[in-house]
């Protein structure tokens, strides 16, 4: 039988443990799974949200309009068992179970910067896969070119979408080559736990250089399309939001800067800091817009 001269005291902190864990996963996540290394390259030490200030701040307006709704709200959805309609340009259409679509992807942990459209961000540790990953089981048709995500609408327990603030069901799109990209993911974690129903649960996209609204949440449809898709925020505004919503500094939304944001835990008195061209990725993901004029394909 094994014997081991170590002893409690040689355990290491939790506490050193466990920033050492973030260390290490902000410096090399994802560089296995992605090949070449992009998703590692994306990411520095960056020290993420606490669990709270993550789960007590954000939008899902099925939920309600205030940032503290869906924490309030959400706990009512029930997301197992989960089914998720696979259809469009795709070799196996079908409704699946979530756990038959995706259990046996492996995952990883990501932390990525969040950066919100209203000019608010956060650094997030999520657990997922690569979207790519996904896509290629179903089988992408060779006529695709966009991706079209459609969020749950479940009138019983989400209260918001009894009132007409947007046009149900929420929907969001990316272009086939951002939804391959090794940055975009489907997270089905946060901190190593399961996804807070708040949060998106049980499943929900996160593309880093994009503003948040486009991380679609809680998602039941994925269409693979031969055409670009109207989202609900360009149906509900189409002055105020675009079809790629990249993360840029130099285009302000039309009601406030977006040269600078607040980041949250960071003090009600806090500094705003310098956004950056693409949230930060601008290295991995800006070669996927060359020769688009980012002012007007915002």
Known sequence: MFKSDLTRADVTPKGIWMNRRKLIAAMGAGSVASGL????????????????EITTYNNFYEFGLGKEDPAKHAGAMVTEPWTVA????????????????????????????????????MVIPWNGFELNKLLTKVGVQSGATHVLFETAVLPEVMP??????????????????????????????????????????PMRLVVPWKYGFKSIKSIVRISLTDEEPLNTWQQSAPKEYGFYANVNPDV??????????????????????????????????ASLYEGMDLSVKF
């Not at 080559?177 to 901190?191: I, K, R, V």
Request: aromatic share 10%; with cysteine.
């Open 37 to 52: 290394g992009v998703a590692a390259r994306a990411q520095e030490a960056l020290e993420p949200n606490t669990w709270e």
């Open 86 to 121: 696979v259809d469009g340009l795709v070799d196996n259409p079908g409704e699946y179970d979530l756990a038959d679509l995706i259990g046996d992807i492996p995952t990883e942990e990501r932390i990525y910067r969040f950066r919100c459209v209203e000019a608010w961000s």
């Open 160 to 201: 918001g979408v009894n009132v007409p603030i947007l046009d149900w069901p929420y929907t969001e799109g990316l272009r086939l080559d951002e939804a391959m990209h090794p940055l975009t993911m489907m997270a089905t974690g946060l901190y190593g736990e399961p996804l807070p129903n708040q949060n998106g649960a």
């Open 252 to 285: 302000d939304h039309p009601r406030w800067s977006q040269a600078s944001e607040r980041v949250i835990g960071s003090g009600l008195f806090a500094k705003r800091v310098d956004t950056l061209p693409f949230n930060g990725y601008a290295e991995q993901v």
